[in-house]
């Protein structure tokens, strides 16, 4: 049972143009949530991260926007660049799990020039 | 620091034999993670300690995968017999205290069973 899923594997966008990036959970109980980029060859580094008493964090080109309602987050890249094409993870926890990462399968992303 | 330190970053062995992956978590880190990357499953949570404890094994997939903490600054993750479907990168991962600290991942070690 996937509780995190990120159903679009793949996603390309122009140099310059916006990359949305989509996850949806399933868990309720989860109540922070993750953005992490991957490299080949790489381990995951994270990137952006929002609690669950809020619905957007910004940190310069990157934002994430949490619909609780809906259990639908998405990450927003503007404007995209070529360095910005990697693999993206979206992951969750629940409070009290110990920080307890569930991830998502990733989408890639390819910023074309 | 130099990060969380995984090794051997490769590793190719022969069905039944003995795997054991290696890490090295960033120093003052009270929690250390082990995740499988695979085309099919994504990462997947094997186990995760706190304070060098096992907290949660349910990721674990079968006995013949066993994971160690005998020391804050060293873990290790078994697998024997190896067999063709472990396959797969596997990272290592730690995190400090406090609610929202993301976790630092390794470079990952590959792992090709034959």
């Known amino acids: 049972d996937q509780q995190v899923k990120q159903n679009s594997p793949s996603l390309s966008v122009q140099e310059g143009r916006i990359s949305i990036l989509n996850c949806d959970y399933t868990?309720?109980?989860?109540?922070?949530f993750l953005w992490y980029k991957k490299y080949p060859a790489e381990g995951p580094t994270f990137l952006i991260s929002?609690?669950?008493?809020?619905d957007k964090n910004e940190d310069g080109r990157f934002t994430v926007f949490l619909n609780k309602s809906a259990k639908h987050l998405s990450l927003h890249i503007v404007p995209s660049q070529p360095g910005d094409s990697a693999v993206y993870f979206c992951a969750a926890s629940a409070q009290g799990s110990n920080y307890k990462l569930t991830f998502g399968k990733g989408t890639l992303l390819t910023v074309n020039p | 620091d130099a990060g969380v330190i995984q090794s051997p970053r490769h590793e190719v062995t022969e069905m039944g034999q003995e795997v054991t992956l290696r890490c090295k978590p960033i120093?003052?880190?009270?929690?250390l993670f082990w995740y499988r990357q695979t085309m099919m499953r994504g990462l997947e949570l094997l186990i995760y300690f706190n304070n060098n404890v096992p907290i949660d094994d349910s990721g674990m997939p079968e006995d013949r995968f066993s994971a160690k903490m005998p020391n804050a600054s060293f873990s290790t993750l078994k697998i024997q017999p190896s067999e063709p479907r472990d396959s797969a990168v596997y990272f290592c991962?730690?995190?400090?205290?406090?609610?929202?600290?993301?976790?630092?991942f390794g470079q990952g070690t590959r792992l090709t069973v034959v």
């Open positions: 929002i609690s669950s008493i809020k």
């Open positions: 868990n309720s109980m989860f109540d922070y």
């Open positions: 120093s003052g880190h009270n929690s």
């Open positions: 991962a730690s995190r400090g205290t406090g609610r929202a600290t993301e976790a630092f």
